[in-house]
């Protein structure tokens, strides 16, 4: 039985209203809040449930969390401009860089800073953008990772053209694209899922529903009951599944990677998640939710949860906690002494990139700026 199936199997014991379909279930997973299996939970291959393999994702996870912390101190420090926190949705971040191989395309938005240092891009070129000192600190041709999109929706598109370029070449690589939950409200989101659709394109979109577009929850964002079910207008699989469960996020791209890659065309995931801070630094997130929503969130940490699992079975005790704390612990000190030394960067080169001719109206733009740096 494929996770498909089973995501059939939960729609079709649900109830209808007069008004429309409610599948108010819950999301596929593997672990319960507590770290157990759950019974009837999603069965992953042997391999995904190999000790050594979780351990891994667990290092990640943890990994994920240190830098996403120490980026987050680096703004109240002044040393990044912004930073929007993906802290409680490292399982989305790891799960998807692991599923993907090298040649694989990943086109993360803002909110996706550590997925690029999974995938290796170093700390400082991947926080360039945050940093306000370049538009992009990689070479995306390199990384195979697009420039963070700022702009929601846009890179969807994208995706899709390289996910088929790819194909059309018989290059087997596969586009993975992150969304918000925001973002499903935007036509490119739409329009990449029906051109990935028509044109069998190897694209995994994943949307991160973090239940929130800054002050705006899921409920004044769709009336749908669940984003996933968007899917099948038109004519994907689509999949709920709980983001804050690194197993079953790994079984449900495994699936989707793999489909992509064989020909099966494209899958739309809804991980069903919660940004623990604000939106930005920017944001006062006590404004528009409670607390004790929040605290329900916590109690459902991808990180504890995963912990708890693989300490019950063994794979986890105090001493690797340790060389896990260390390790990030060294990693977020190399970041702090790159971070500390001032960036160098030549702010007339930031009007030079955006049409071939410099419009009248840059060319003011940059006068003021030259203006206003020689008057310092
Ligand atoms: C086309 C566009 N419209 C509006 C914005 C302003 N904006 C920035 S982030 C954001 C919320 C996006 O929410 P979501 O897609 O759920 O992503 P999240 O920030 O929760 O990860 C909005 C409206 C934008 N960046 N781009
Ligand atoms: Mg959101």
Redesign the pocket.
């Known amino acids: 039985m494929t996770l498909l199936d089973l995501s059939a199997r939960d729609r079709e014991g649900k109830a209808a209203t007069a008004v429309r379909p409610v599948w108010d279930s819950e999301p596929l997973r593997y672990l319960d809040e507590h770290g157990a299996p759950v019974e009837g939970g999603i069965r992953p291959t042997p391999a995904l449930l190999d000790p050594g393999a979780l351990l891994r994702g667990y290092r990640a996870l943890r990994f994920a969390r240190a830098f996403d912390t120490e980026a987050t101190n680096l703004v109240m420090q002044g040393r990044l401009a912004v930073y ?1 926190s993906c802290r409680g949705q490292e399982a989305c971040e790891v799960a998807a860089v692991h599923a993907l191989e090298e040649q694989d395309w990943l086109l993360p ?1 803002y ?1 996706d800073s550590a997925a690029l240092v999974l995938r290796g891009i170093p700390a400082v070129d991947a926080l360039t953008l945050l940093r306000g000192t370049w538009h992009c600190g990689y070479d995306p041709k390199q990384w195979r990772t697009m420039p963070q999109c ?3 929706a846009t890179q969807g598109p994208h995706a899709v053209g390289l996910g088929l370029a790819a194909k059309l070449a018989g290059d087997p690589a596969v586009a993975l694209c992150f ?5 499903t409200s ?1 036509g490119d989101f739409h329009e990449a899922a029906n051109s990935a659709a028509v044109y069998q394109a190897p694209v995994v979109f994943l949307v ?1 529903n ?1 239940q ?3 002050s705006v929850p899921l409920h004044k964002q769709t009336h749908a009951i669940s984003l996933a079910d968007k899917a099948s207008g038109y004519g994907m699989p689509g999949i709920r599944v709980d983001g804050n469960d690194l197993i079953a996020m790994n079984a449900v791209l495994a699936e989707a990677v793999q489909r992509a890659r064989t020909g099966g065309g494209p899958t739309l995931i809804e991980a069903v998640t919660y ?1 623990v801070q604000a ?1 930005t630094n920017a944001d006062d997130a006590a404004r528009y939710r409670q607390s004790a929503e929040v605290e329900y969130w916590r109690r459902r940490d991808p990180i504890d949860r995963l912990g708890r699992y693989l300490t019950a079975r063994g794979a986890l005790d105090a001493a690797v906690e340790a060389e896990i704390d260390e390790e990030c612990e060294r990693y977020c000190e190399q970041m702090r002494a790159q971070f500390a030394e001032e960036p160098s960067y030549d702010a007339d080169e930031m009007f030079e990139h955006v049409y071939d001719e410099m419009t009248p109206q840059l060319k003011a733009q940059r006068e003021m700026l030259r203006a206003e740096e020689a008057a310092k």
């Open positions: 929007p938005t909110r700022t702009p929601l969304f918000g939950d925001g973002a935007e991160q973090n929130y577009a800054i940004r939106h």
